[in-house]
Nanobody, 123 residues
Framework: QVQLVEFGGGLVQAGGSLRLSCAAS????????MGWFRQAPGKEREFVAAISRSGGSTYYADSVKGRFTISRDNAKNTVYLQMSSLKPEDTAVYYC????????????????WGQGTQVTVSA
């Protein structure tokens, strides 16, 4: 069992930056690939970014590539999402998730989820 808690959401103006953190407890954090997803009102939960267990490989949705950076610190059991050049369309609840499978873009392959943190980008 893995427990995930997200931090760092908030209100920011377009063009601004935020860093989300996700702290994990429970089983060995480094055994899991980690992902960030987001869900806007009335929309499906969508893939944002993922990182391999070692942190050596990262993956991004086309909509955030070049603006968001995912990273992890296995010593601190934490995964981060640095978000820059934010746009109003980035407004959503952001979730971190843990995954034992090699499939990182599909939310159905993730085993554990945090409760989410709201990110609101004003125009």
């Amino acid at each position: 069992q893995v427990q995930l808690v997200e931090f760092g959401g908030g209100l920011v103006q377009a063009g601004g930056s935020l860093r989300l953190s996700c702290a994990a407890s429970g089983r060995t954090f480094s055994s899991y690939a980690m992902g960030w997803f987001r869900q806007a009102p009335g929309k499906e939960r969508e893939f944002v970014a993922a990182i391999s267990r070692s942190g050596g490989s990262t993956y991004y949705a086309d909509s955030v590539k070049g603006r968001f950076t995912i990273s992890r610190d296995n010593a601190k059991n934490t995964v981060y999402l640095q978000m820059s050049s934010l746009k109003p369309e980035d407004t959503a609840v952001y979730y971190c998730a843990a995954n034992l499978s090699p499939q990182l873009r599909n939310r159905y392959d993730y085993d554990y989820w945090g409760q989410g943190t709201q990110v609101t980008v004003s125009a």
